[in-house]
């Protein structure tokens, strides 16, 4: 697996962004992981804001993008989504995707954990998202 994040930007504050996360490794299909949205902003820990399982059941959604962001998946192109509208400064981080085997995951607010992730798990590169007021 070979995460590569795409979408990220400078967008003004209530504006929206789509980023992505495309599979790059045609080898394996995203279809059996279950899949995450993480961001860090500057001098704060890595946080879990959206993830699936495998069976893509009840998403998970920190509270701080709840009503906010949604996370999709589309199997045929091997990428995952995260829609953000209603952005705020706040928003302000490096997005990271995340995935890890379905069979070691059984909850998608447990994938969410940024330590549920390793071992095992892969991450992409990130994106940057800032948000201007």
């Known amino acids: 697996v070979q995460l590569v994040e795409s979408g990220g930007g400078l967008v003004q504050a209530g504006g929206s962004l789509r980023l992505s996360c495309a599979n790059a490794n045609s080898g394996f299909t995203l279809e059996d992981y279950a899949i995450g949205w993480f961001r860090q902003a500057p001098g704060k820990e890595r946080e879990g804001i959206s993830c699936l399982t495998s069976k893509d059941d009840n998403a998970y959604y920190g509270d701080s993008v709840k009503g906010r962001f949604t996370i999709s998946r589309d199997n045929a192109k091997n990428t995952v989504y995260l829609q953000m509208n209603s952005l705020v400064r706040e928003d302000t981080a490096v997005y990271y995707c995340?995935?890890?085997?379905?069979?070691?995951?059984?909850?998608?607010?447990?994938?969410?954990?940024?330590?549920?992730?390793?071992?095992?798990?892969?991450w992409g590169q990130g994106t940057q998202v800032t948000v201007s007021s």
């Open positions: 995340a995935a890890k085997a379905g069979i070691f995951i059984d909850t998608a607010e447990a994938m969410c954990n940024a330590d549920q992730v390793a071992p095992m798990g892969y």
